[in-house]
């Protein structure tokens, strides 16, 4: 599917769903700029448009039909047989979280960032490029002025996205905390050790695409204006922010392994200490039925005697109680 927007200089919307044939006049026009959202297009209707009309770098253009696991940002100027007008490429992922699962889904979106044009393409629905394109038919706060404008919106709406994903998060953690040390079970190292997973893979996400956003932020690109790399720079540092909640979370959940361990060993010390306990305190009735058990020949006048059998049990109970109670005064019980 191929939505297309023409807007004027002004962030008015002038024509939408425009003809393919018509989108190289609509280029020629300094007074407009493009934007066209593919999403899950066929392979004839990118070809058609990367590069039948944009004439876009084929090694861009490879990067962007195939998965590009990791973020970039190339800066593209025409030799002199190429077709292109200069552009930036740029390879960015949004994130999803959910608990049912407890994995983070990935969705890539690409760029081509040019003077008066952006393509976006993406394979999955957005929420930060259907809310981008909400604003810009609206016009209500003048984001289609000019392509690097939408190309900020489209970047803060992503990292904004990141926040109910830390909130969930944030949730999950602290559930898993109140159980560690309420009600530990075997299950619940394995729910930390997936937890602890897939918030690195966050941090693995987020590192790339800090550095990418970063080179906005310094403005090292001619194509993003000089008054609005400052905004770029708000992006970086809300995705920096985010970066180093992520960094607490593992930590956090190291913290929270560590207590469960802690635990886990105390239940077992606590369990061989009960053992140990039980063992020594029926130590002496042990020695005592091992010393009349014997099988040899002797004279034990305990065996003669009418209450032998009694004064043996009175015996066992007398050293067993004298070595509880022994237990007991030196607090070891």
Known sequence: MIRSYAF?????????DIEVFLMPTLLA?????????????????????????FHFHPLSIDDCINVTPSPKVEEYSPKEDDKFAPYLFMVIHAVDYKRK?????????????????????????????????????????????????????????????????????ALEISELEDEVLKDPSKQTMNRILEVKKEVLHLRQIIGPQREVLLRFARG??????????????????????????AHGYADSLSGILQIYLNMSSN???????????????????TIIASWYGMNF?????????????????GLMFLTTALTFLYFKRKKWL
Request: with cysteine; hydrophobic share 40%.
């Open 297 to 313: 020949s002797r004279q034990m006048p305990e065996f003669e005697w009418r209450y032998g059998y009694m004064y043996v049990l």
């Open 267 to 285: 239940q077992t010390s606590e369990v061989v200490k009960v053992l140990t306990m039980i063992t020594l305190i029926t130590t002496p009735a």
């Open 8 to 16: 004027t200089t002004q962030g008015r919307l002038h024509s939408q």
């Open 101 to 169: 699962d407890k994995i983070f889904a990935t969705s890539e979106l690409d760029f081509f960032l040019g003077k008066n044009f952006l393509v976006t393409y993406h394979s999955v629905p957005l929420r930060s490029v259907q809310a981008t394109e909400d604003q810009c038919r609206k016009s209500t706060v003048h984001v289609a002025r000019a392509p690097d404008r939408v190309a900020h919106a489209l970047l803060d709406s992503l990292v904004e996205n990141y926040k109910p994903v830390l909130e969930e998060l």
């Open 220 to 245: 090292e690109f001619k194509l993003i204006r000089a008054h609005l790399v400052p905004y770029y720079r708000n992006v970086y540092d809300a995705l920096f922010h985010i970066g180093e909640l």
């Open 29 to 53: 026009d300094t007074n407009l700029f493009l934007w066209l959202d593919l999403e899950n297009c066929t392979p004839e209707e990118t070809r058609q448009v990367l590069e039948d009309v």
